[in-house]
């Protein structure tokens, strides 16, 4: 099945700076690669998504990255801010609909 | 958040009893999940339908159970079999077989201790 590796596990990053998260896959046939976030005691939401036809999305400070030809996909979130603190988790699927998450990471903004 | 609930929010169980989570949505998706979370690992994919009266096991299946005998619930049951059934237990859904892989929406989860 697919296996998803999430670096880095822990980012601590100033208020107004970059925060970037790598993740890679090791199934090709895999086309859905979405991105949740989750507040402490909250449930994971849906931040953004890309498929494997299109090589980069955005959406307004958030972006994500798709290099197929390695295996790998990127959240990056410019500007940031403390309401940013949180525990994003990439996931990966073929089409059966069995989404395989990555360990996720810990974002902390300081202010 | 609406559209996806869980119950009980907090559950304890002794070793040697089987209990049963709940989860219900009106959002007509077709699909729906189970996940345990742990720290430090993620979501990871107990039991999923994609459509009524049928299921496949997920990554992690082995002392649990489900049905899916209507299109809006999907109860997962954690028996005694279950080694470490201590764990953040999360429901979602997605649209299903139509929309192909999508959204996935989650509950706001039910915590179960084992004591």
């Known amino acids: 099945g697919e296996n998803v590796e999430q670096h880095p596990s822990t980012l601590s990053v100033q208020e107004g700076d970059s925060a970037v998260i790598k993740c890679t896959y090791s199934?090709?046939?895999?086309?859905?690669f979405p991105w949740y976030k989750q507040e402490l005691g909250k449930r994971p939401q849906l931040i953004i998504d890309?498929?494997?036809?299109?090589g980069e999305k955005k959406d307004q400070r958030i972006a994500v990255t798709l290099n197929k030809t390695a295996k790998h996909f990127s959240l990056h979130i410019t500007e940031t801010q403390p309401e940013d603190s949180a525990v994003y988790f990439c996931?990966?699927?073929?089409?059966?609909?069995?989404?395989?998450f990555g360990a996720g990471t810990t974002v902390t903004v300081r202010a | 958040d609406g559209g996806i609930t869980q119950s009980p929010k907090y559950l304890f169980r002794k070793e040697g009893q089987n209990v049963t989570l709940s989860c219900e949505q009106n959002l007509n998706h077709d699909a729906m999940y189970w996940y345990r979370q742990d720290p430090g690992q993620g979501l990871r994919l107990i039991y999923y339908s994609q459509i009524v009266n049928d299921f496949q096991k997920g990554d992690i299946a082995e002392g649990y159970s489900v049905s899916r005998e209507k299109k809006e619930s999907f109860p997962l049951t954690v028996t005694s079999a279950q080694k470490n059934p201590t764990a953040f237990y999360l429901c979602?859904?997605?649209?299903?077989?139509?929309?192909?892989?999508?959204?996935?929406?989650f509950g706001p989860g039910t915590r179960l201790t084992v004591l």
């Open positions: 996931a990966a699927t073929p089409n059966d609909y069995k989404l395989s």
């Open positions: 890309i498929r494997s036809n299109v």
């Open positions: 979602a859904s997605s649209i299903g077989l139509a929309g192909g892989p999508g959204e996935q929406f």
């Open positions: 199934d090709s046939a895999s086309n859905y």
